[in-house]
């Protein structure tokens, strides 16, 4: 079945950075867009970015800029560069493949003033 596990999350100050790492398994990962997503304490989960499987990236204005979100289909694996972190970037990461209904743990990532 579809599965998806985060990793590489952790606690860093403003201005560090982080890189995110999702295993995608039980669907052709090299034909699938592949999103990330996030959730905040209290808050609804938002979109952070798109990669296709061409290689066309689009990300929320929240991010763009500090974020880039790549993938090695070899692997099965797509990651998220986060640079120049923020406090209000802190939340749970999730990734899928587009339209999926299928959700990982995520990994947390806190960003400390």
């Known amino acids: 079945q579809v599965q998806f596990v985060e990793s590489g999350g952790g606690s860093v100050q403003s201005g560090g950075s982080l890189r995110l790492t999702c295993a995608g398994s039980g669907f052709p990962f090299s034909d699938e867009i592949m999103t990330w997503h996030r959730q905040a304490p209290g808050k609804a989960r938002e979109w952070v970015a798109t990669?296709?499987?061409?290689?066309?990236?689009f990300y929320n204005n929240s991010v763009k800029g500090r974020f880039t979100v790549s993938r090695d289909d070899g692997k099965n694996t797509m990651y998220l560069q986060m640079n120049s972190l923020k406090p209000e970037d802190t939340a749970v990461y999730y990734c899928q493949n587009y339209g999926s209904t299928t959700w990982g743990p995520g990994t947390q990532v806190t960003v400390s003033s």
């Open positions: 990669l296709a499987p061409g290689g066309a990236t």
